[in-house]
């Protein structure tokens, strides 16, 4: 199984999609539930921000013992699984699927993709005991998998449209989902930068006797600026856990001498000194695609104008309204040459509709810019997009 992971995992649990509802997973993990919730569990919800925050966090706990669950995975499936230590070994990870695997079928539990890899966390986490547990919401919260386990504290980056067929196509609608994570008693830290949605948390808090913290009531951030809002929130959260409440709750003026710590990370802002200068950054949505634009036009960022010789940028399938709409921005965006490309992955949204698009906008479209990466010599390049583009884009360059 340790030669081909990816496949074996297709042939027994299907293409990774969304399958709402806790029954499932409830049932898998039921003996595991009372241990797990002896760890201080904190569930990252939200549109964007999601991934980034949850690290930042993991890096603060350091050497503190911790299991992280976070998704998708971009190039490894051992990504979704951290500990204080870093990345499970593929051999740790592989033995650990054979065991679950054997408890579905012994058991004949009906399992999604996405459900038997967090059945597999749960087991690992179950036998190391961390005193923290970081879990990623996959989609939505309400009745993503994560949420069958009652979180101590929930972090909500940010809320936009996304995966409207699921979620809705209203802002209410889609937080109401998000905030379906949030257990009567504990603490929500937020992001939100709308008025009007922390307005909505607020009183669904109160309802439910949670207590909410608007970290932009108390440290405002321009909406752009996402990394150092992830990071105050990440920050905020440390405090709180590692046993600094009276800092976060009832002195609120701390925030005001806050700067942000955090450098980038994977997938978000780091840049490649090879074969010219390489900046990726993963941008999936309309939402996220603008605040990208907006932050690398911005002064926290030290680019002349325009910061890029060529923009290469890539999707995920997605509704051709949202393509279209990224596709406008970035031609409007004056970052650079804009080349629009496609990859293979099952993730990627199909070759003809991307190829179609990019030619109504005016834009340059090849189907492989390896030819182009080969020759890029000393330019200035930002690779956007799909994160999964992303990673099979530098699994490519490194190769």
């Known amino acids: 199984m340790s030669s081909d992971l990816t496949s074996w995992l297709l042939t027994h649990y299907g ?193 439910r006797g949670a207590k909410v913290i608007h970290l932009q009531e108390l440290k405002p951030l321009p909406a752009y600026d996402f990394s150092a809002r992830n990071e105050l929130l990440s ?24 700067t942000p710590e955090g450098q980038f990370l994977e997938h978000r802002g780091e840049v490649w000194p090879e074969r010219g200068e390489w900046t990726f950054f993963g941008s999936h949505n309309p939402d996220g695609m603008r605040k990208l634009i907006q932050f690398l036009h911005s002064g926290n960022y030290n680019f002349h104008r325009p910061p890029f010789d060529t923009v290469f940028v890539a999707f995920s399938q997605r509704a051709p309204v949202d393509l279209k709409v990224m596709l406008k921005m970035l031609k409007a965006s004056e970052l650079g040459k804009v080349v629009v490309t496609y990859f293979d992955h099952p993730k990627a949204a199909p070759l003809a509709l991307i190829e179609d698009l990019s030619r109504q906008e005016g834009l340059d479209f090849v189907k492989d810019i390896g030819p182009q990466v080969q020759g890029s010599n000393n330019n200035r390049f930002l690779v956007t997009g799909s994160y999964y583009f992303l990673g099979y884009f530098q699994s490519r360059f490194r190769s």
Not at 235 to 256: D, I, M, Q
Request: hydrophobic letters at 40%; aromatic letters at 10%; one cysteine or more.
């Open 15 to 207: 293409q990774e999609q969304f399958h709402p509802g806790l029954e499932r997973i409830k049932q898998a993990i039921f003996p595991l539930i009372a241990k797990l919730q002896t760890s201080k569990i904190i569930t990252i919800a939200g549109t964007n921000g999601k991934g980034e925050t949850t690290l930042r966090l993991s890096q603060k706990l350091g050497h503190r013992t911790q299991c992280v669950w976070t998704s998708p995975h971009i190039q490894r499936i051992t990504e979704r699984f951290r500990d204080e230590n870093g990345e499970i070994s593929l051999t740790k990870l592989e033995s650990l699927i054979n065991r679950c695997h054997q408890v579905v079928i012994d058991s004949g539990f009906k399992l999604s993709y996405y459900e038997f890899l967090f059945f597999v966390f749960c087991t690992w986490a179950h036998e190391k005991a961390p005193d923290f547990l970081l879990l990623e919401v996959g989609l939505g919260g309400r009745l993503d998998a994560v949420n069958v386990l009652d979180a101590d504290c929930v972090l909500l980056p940010s809320i936009s449209r996304d995966h409207q067929e699921f979620l809705g196509h209203r802002y209410d609608q889609i937080l109401a989902e998000k905030l379906g994570t949030v257990r009567s008693g504990k603490i929500l830290f937020t992001g939100l930068d709308r008025v009007y949605l922390r307005e909505k948390t607020s009183h669904s808090m109160a309802s």
């Open 235 to 258: 920050h905020a959260a440390f405090l709180f856990l590692t046993g600094s409440a009276v800092e976060v709750l009832n002195r609120p003026e701390t925030y005001a001498q806050w």
